[in-house]
């Protein structure tokens, strides 16, 4: 009775409550928006605030394309922001349709009702729902109105360099005497803004400008005695050497131009940022400094590029085969040139940040280009080379006249006004030409140490054949990396500054090295180079894991475990093939390419094996039976057809065996397993053999039975058990027929015991005089011909004889007609 009334007591509280915690329920699940939905309309307006604070900052800097760069680079990276946020929505929304799918459709009209928590719940998902597509609506929204952004400006940096190349500017104004009271004005502006910096420089800043300077001056000592005693014998051509070969000019002229340029730059940058770590310069000098740094590194590499090339001191290391006084011309042609553009382009900062007249910008520009113009014209027209009889030759046609061409429409678009596109290709010919010849030098130099020996005849090749075991062979697949390296790191060096000097902006490589980095899209297929480098490294590591474990299970695990030869074999292989697939699948999986879309690949390898792959297949198939059934193993030996030998290794396509003449045959496996095949050492070594003895007829059978049996039981290699048997097989027809049957422990001992057991078959019985009877020998007899004369001799007694046979017939007729007989002909058949 009391459990009764617990029990009514219970059933009437639960009653009581039922609704209070169905609204609970439902206030909970309607609780919109959530803290994830808030979050991230949080997020979108800080976006779209941006966004509207750079698209009026496009218009305010339309005109300065560094700034327009920066700007994207700041959109793209917002872009992504954008769909990140909508992303970040993707599990909860997945959530809410599996929740809903589970719910099921509310009931129809006329169905009974749901309850009140499922009704609850299910507008809550659905208001939910609406929130964040409503989010994710704007996030895309967001997404397209920045990517609008992008491309308006592209299009807007298009315009500014198609402008800059076309504008044409009034050549009266800029030549007029005013330009000389400017440009004094402008020198006397920028050297007071040197002088007061230097002043300050060296009253308030004088140990930082030391301190900056000695340790820019420590490092580039480091750089230089350093560089000089690690790689003086590549960029440092050896006037001893009379005849060096192409390779070694190559190599000198592209690392003399290389290694000394990378010092000098890595000199003046760090110059530069130990300036401003120590904060010695200010927003002026700093552009200016950052100018000069560019101009000088310009001018030495060019200088060092001429003279690498044309090695006015060392004609022997030339790579162009000119004459000593015109290839000095051209070193000093060409530097001038490099100094010329450098000033220009120093000016041209100079004029910017100081704010000059644009007349003066004109002229500066006017007389680069003019200057630059003459130069051109003056090289192509050089006479380098002297023929033999001494007449000076010029240039091939093509390239004089392409020099000339440049020259003269350089020097004809400055004087019609196009100031912009004579400044571009005077830079273009100097820089770019410079940036050019290195890399195809770096790239010839890079083919000809791949080429076979290649390496080897390098001072490098040379010092490692001397200082280690490298072969030749290894040594020409050392060249193929150090030319694959060179090759690769040409293209990352002056890939980038050729674009640089084009016009792009470091910002634009920077969003193309990104989205290589990340993925490239084209079409449906999107390319990651990070994701494919990684799925090589994993795949790689797998690959030696795989190895490792290869090893160690074989030599540390079975090995100790005294495990048969041939099983180790299976297993190592078994283990070897699964964790290599293992690996291709996670490198696979790593580089980012779904799995699923290999299907198309299967189907059409799959209509392959149909058709052309049946025999790989099949003998693939075998390989894993031989594998899995061991029919034999590694070691055994066996008679497959007129094949016998030792098998060496079991592949999953072919096994390898070795005949007893060291001859090794590859054996398909599909062979081995649909055709019969012979195994002396399947379970074990144990084997008979037989020994066929012929005795002669009139001997003692029995003592010759005996004088067997006691020799095939006195052999040490003889089993006792099994016993030697001793059979009187058959009457042939020359001999009585004996075979002596022998078990051995191990059969491969077989040709020893049958070679003693001949022996002294032949010993023994010598000494019982049993006879072994042999096929008697035909002997032929040779009848020897008398010799003929030779020559003139034969043919004499040969007429004679022919003679004597006539006047013999002619005498005998005679006679018979005398006598009066006629002569008979013969009967007939």
Known sequence: MPFRLLRLVLILALVVSA????????????????ELVADQQKILQDLTTRTDNFEKKIQEDGEEDASLVDIRLQLEEMSRGALNSALTFRPRLAEINARLEQLGAPPAEGQPPEPDIVTSERQALASEKAEINAVIAAAQNLSIRISGLIDKIANMRSELFRNLLTKRYVLSDALSPEVISDAN???TGFYKA??????????????????????????????????RRLFGRVFEADPSVEDPSYLSRLSVAFWSTLLPTLAVGVFLVSTVFFFNYYNVLRGDIGVFLNALVGVLAVVFC?????????EPRLPNWRLIPVETGPARWLVRLTTAMAVVIGINNFLSVVNDKMGSPLSLTIARSFVATIIVGVILILMGLLKPFKAADGTWRPWPAWLRYTAVALGLSTIAAALLGYIGLAIFVSLQVVVTGT??????????????????????????GRWLSAHSSYEES???????????????????????????????????????????????TIGSVTISVTGILTGIVVFIIGYFLTRWFQGWLDGSVMARGKVDTGVRNSIRLAVGYAGVALAALVGISAAGIDLSNLALVAGALSL?????????????????????????????WIVAGDISGTVKKISVRATEIETFQRQSVILPNSNLINNAVGNWTHRNKLGRIDIKVGVAYGSDVKQAHAVLLEIARGHPLVLKNPEPFVLFSNFGPAALEFEIRVFLADVMNGNIVQND??????????????????????????????????????????????ERAAAEAAAETKRLAKSGRKTRKPDPD
């Not at 390989?623 to 590694?634: D, M, N, S, T």
């Open 19 to 34: 609704p209070q915690s169905l609204d609970a329920v439902a206030q909970e699940l309607g609780q919109a928006p959530s």
């Open 185 to 187: 004005d402008e020198f």
């Open 194 to 227: 040197v002088s007061s910096w230097l002043t300050f420089a060296f009253k308030f800043k004088f140990q930082a400008v030391l301190a900056a300077t000695l340790t820019a001056l420590s490092l580039a000592a480091v750089l230089f005695i350093g560089g």
């Open 302 to 310: 060019v200088n060092r590029l001429t003279n690498a090339a044309l």
């Open 435 to 460: 940036i050019l010849v290195t890399a195809y030098i770096g790239f010839l130099s890079a083919r000809a140490i791949g080429e076979e020996g290649g390496f080897a005849n390098t001072s490098i």
């Open 474 to 520: 290894a040594l020409d697949q050392l060249g193929l990396v150090v030319s694959v390296a060179i090759n690769l790191m040409i293209v990352l060096v002056f890939l980038p500054l050729i674009l640089l000097t084009w016009g792009f902006q470091p910002g634009d490589i920077q969003a193309w090295g990104y989205k290589l980095a990340t993925g490239l």
């Open 608 to 636: 392959g094996i149909g058709f052309g792959l049946q025999n790989v297949v099949s003998n693939f198939v075998s390989g894993l039976i031989l594998l899995a059934e061991r029919p034999f193993k590694v070691g055994d």
């Open 757 to 802: 057991i001949r022996f002294a078959v032949l010993d023994l019985f010598a000494d019982q005089h049993i006879e072994i009877p042999s096929a008697p020998r035909a002997v032929v007899e040779t009848k020897k011909h008398e010799a003929w004369p030779i020559d003139d001799d034969k043919i004499e007694a040969e007429f004679a004889e022919q």
